[in-house]
């Protein structure tokens, strides 16, 4: 059977597609809908839902919505909220489902089957999809669906949705299912018929009632629960003793070592941090050269004028200048994606786990702030999965100050020219370990500011978290490709859209008003952008930072990137030379006349670290807290931490020099 590859908003029928996390349900619902899907926010708050359509035997089809991850109906956390009222019918524009889609991991059958158990109870028929079967056949573990299918009376799938195996099977099973329209007929079969809970949860919609959410009967019912899960797993899996190979084992004993976890850890994310510098160039060059020629070819091609000089000299630099860090991000991505993949990032996190509560975070913050290097504002929406509120907001205040995407171009133009091009005992690169400290240094910052922010603001609440530890696997290239791809391309739209805007209007600031006849200097100080730099030059000159830093820090506030476009327009690049390369010249010029130092470098890369210039994470920040205060409490604090540090930087290393 064909998959789907569009969105049709009339299928006359709904699927939820429902697990626990990380038990590849997300890549399922990839897999059942192609590469169309609609994305958008439930009402009333930012968790996402993505919605798509599947193909039906017969020339039909369903909508099937990707739930939220969860590992039980009766959590506290938004997202456990949002599926329970998503089964009950209650958000606005999403019916009650006609059909739920269990997800579960082959190789976590009885943690898995926990939450499996509330959905059948919920009286809405159901498809079990036995996932992460190739996992399951090489640990040993053999699963026998027909008896499990008897035992919940639920059809049962066993599929492997990373490389779409057993797919059309489960589109045949959904499609008999919705036909069929038959909830099973074990509901509370895990009850005992004596008990007093059997009547209280059969007369309600047992575990999406209110009854059965009373914290005074959770544990009993948890218990009951996995009695009777332990019973059906024994009768419908066979085992080996240990679910891991030796060498499995042995590897993953070794990753998570007391002794030896932390220096692999630190090893690996510093060869992720060389790659981006030495694996980058060729491709870099590519790009560079590429719009070296499109800006000569269009400056020939067009007359002379305000319109050639806006395209040749703002908007192509401007544009181009963000382009050619398009290789080093998509490393970044590639290498925290075979992280990912592999299974190791919950090994970091367990590594890092006792070190994250000293400063006052729990295990699950770690996730958002690993999102965050990417870009913050994934970082602070995944922060919902955290129950406790002071950890969340702790979390939320602290994401920005991960070295994101956006403040890579900043660093590598920095750092290409003043970090010279050595290599530290042989093999280590001097520009790859400055960007290292960079990452580095923004991690130390933020616990320090959770430190501070728990044991003065947010120091009432406690949380308790247990970390899932998935088991080691093969990275599936393809599945790794496509998530860079789609950050790509999130980060290009930045570039057309922000970007070109701030492009355009940094040229006009940088050309307007032409200086008067017998002016000295550079042209651009007698332009709006110069005087607003010449105004702020006092207060930022502490810091090591003349007028020009001054106008490319303030045309960075709405995003960081533009920096570096900002640099190139007030340089005045030449449309001949290649721009990225140019710009990397001229400030080495600035170097040897004493006008941008090596000092100034490490000042702004420090500012960078730790200044909040992204008016996007300030927006989510609004309506994750809900709160103006805390949105603007974190622009400021961050900017006054950025001013500060880089001051310390400056000045500190000025009494070295001196």
């Given at each position: ?8 908003d ?17 890549t ?15 009402p ?8 798509g359509?599947?193909?039906l ?16 109906l009766?959590?506290s ?20 489902p ?51 299918s ?26 008999k299912?919705?036909?069929d ?29 209110k ?41 993953d ?12 850890m ?6 992720i ?10 491709p870099?060059?590519i ?13 020939r ?20 200048n ?16 075979l992280?990912e ?54 979390t939320?205040?602290?994401a ?7 403040r ?6 920095l ?8 290599f530290?005992?042989g ?29 003065l603001?947010l120091?009432?609440?406690s ?19 496509r998530?860079?791809f ?34 000295v ?17 006092p207060?930022?000159k ?10 490319a ?7 960081r ?10 340089y ?9 390369q ?13 006008s ?13 670290v ?28 961050m900017?006054a ?15 070295f020099?001196?």
């Amino acid at each position: 059977m064909a998959l789907s590859t569009y969105v049709d908003d009339n299928c006359p029928k709904s699927i939820a597609l429902i697990g626990n996390p990380n038990c590849g349900k997300t890549t399922l619902f990839n897999g059942l809908t192609g590469s169309r899907y609609k994305v958008a926010n439930y009402p009333g708050c930012t968790v996402e839902r993505r919605e798509g359509s599947i193909a039906l035997l017969g020339g039909s089809c369903a909508r099937l919505f990707d739930l939220p991850g969860t590992y039980a109906l009766i959590g506290s956390t938004l997202d456990e909220k949002i599926v329970t009222q998503f089964l009950r019918g209650e958000i606005p524009g999403c019916d009650k489902p006609d059909l739920i889609v269990a997800v579960v991991d082959a190789t976590n059958l009885e943690r898995n089957l926990f939450l499996v158990s509330e959905l059948i109870d919920a009286g809405i028929p159901l498809v079990l999809a036995i996932n992460m079967m190739d996992a399951a056949q090489q640990s040993g573990i053999k699963i026998y669906g027909e008896l499990l299918s008897r035992a919940l009376d639920v059809p049962v799938v066993q599929i492997t949705a990373r490389s779409k195996g057993g797919l059309p099977s489960l589109l045949a099973a959904i499609a008999k299912a919705l036909a069929d329209n038959t909830p099973s007929s074990k509901r509370f079969t895990w009850l005992p018929e004596d008990h007093p809970l059997r009547g209280t949860l059969t007369q309600s919609e047992g575990p999406l009632s209110k009854a059965s959410r009373d914290d005074k009967i959770i544990t009993t019912i948890a218990s009951l629960r996995y009695a009777w899960i332990r019973s059906v797993v024994a009768k419908g899996t066979s085992q080996p003793s240990k679910a891991q190979s030796p060498s499995v084992s042995a590897l993953d004993k070794i990753l998570t070592s007391k002794i030896w976890g932390l220096p692999i850890m630190l090893g690996i994310f510093g060869l992720i941090f060389q790659a981006i510098f030495l694996w980058a160039q060729w491709p870099m060059e590519i790009i560079s050269g590429t719009v070296e020629t499109t800006s000569a070819w269009l400056t020939r091609l067009l007359p002379p004028g305000m319109l050639t000089s806006l395209i040749t000299e703002g908007i192509i630099p401007g544009v181009g200048n963000v382009l050619i860090f398009v290789p080093q991000i998509a490393i970044l991505f590639f290498c925290i994606g075979l992280l990912e993949d592999s299974g190791y990032l919950s090994r970091a996190a367990f590594l890092l786990d006792n070190f994250m509560r000293k400063v006052g975070l729990q295990g699950r913050a770690f996730i958002p702030l690993l999102s965050s290097f990417a870009c913050a504002v994934p970082g602070i929406l995944s922060t919902r999965s955290i129950p406790s509120r002071s950890d969340r907001l702790a979390t939320i205040m602290i994401a920005p100050l991960m070295s994101c995407s956006a403040r890579l171009p900043v660093y590598a133009v920095l750092i290409a020219a003043f970090i010279p091009k050595t290599f530290v005992w042989g093999f280590l690169s001097l520009q790859g370990l400055t960007l290292l400290g960079m990452y580095v240094l923004g991690v130390v910052g933020a616990c320090g500011v959770a430190w501070l922010l728990k044991k003065l603001l947010l120091w009432k609440e406690s949380s308790f978290y247990v970390m899932e530890m998935p088991p080691l696997r093969r990275p599936l290239i393809r599945v790794i490709t496509r998530g860079v791809f789609d950050s790509v391309v999130s980060f290009l739209k930045n570039a057309t859209t922000i970007i070109l805007a701030c492009s355009v209007i940094i040229w006009f600031l940088a050309s307007y008003p032409k200086p008067q006849e017998g002016f000295v200097g550079n042209p651009v100080q007698a332009s709006y952008a110069g005087q607003l730099g010449t105004a702020i030059e006092p207060a930022i000159k502490p810091l090591g930072f003349n007028w020009e830093i001054g106008i490319a820090i303030l045309s960075s506030f709405p995003a960081r990137e533009v920096f570096v476009t900002t640099l190139s327009t007030i340089y005045n690049i030449s449309d001949d030379d290649d721009e990225h390369q140019g710009l990397i010249k001229t400030l080495q010029e600035r170097n040897r006349e004493g006008s941008f130092s090596t000092l100034t470098a490490l000042s702004l890369m420090v500012f960078y670290v730790f200044a909040c210039q992204c008016m996007s994470t300030l927006a989510v920040c609004k309506r994750e807290t809900g709160s103006w205060g805390w949105t603007l409490g974190m622009f400021g604090y961050m900017t006054a931490l950025a001013y500060i540090a880089s001051l310390v930087t400056y000045q500190g290393g000025k009494l070295f020099i001196q």
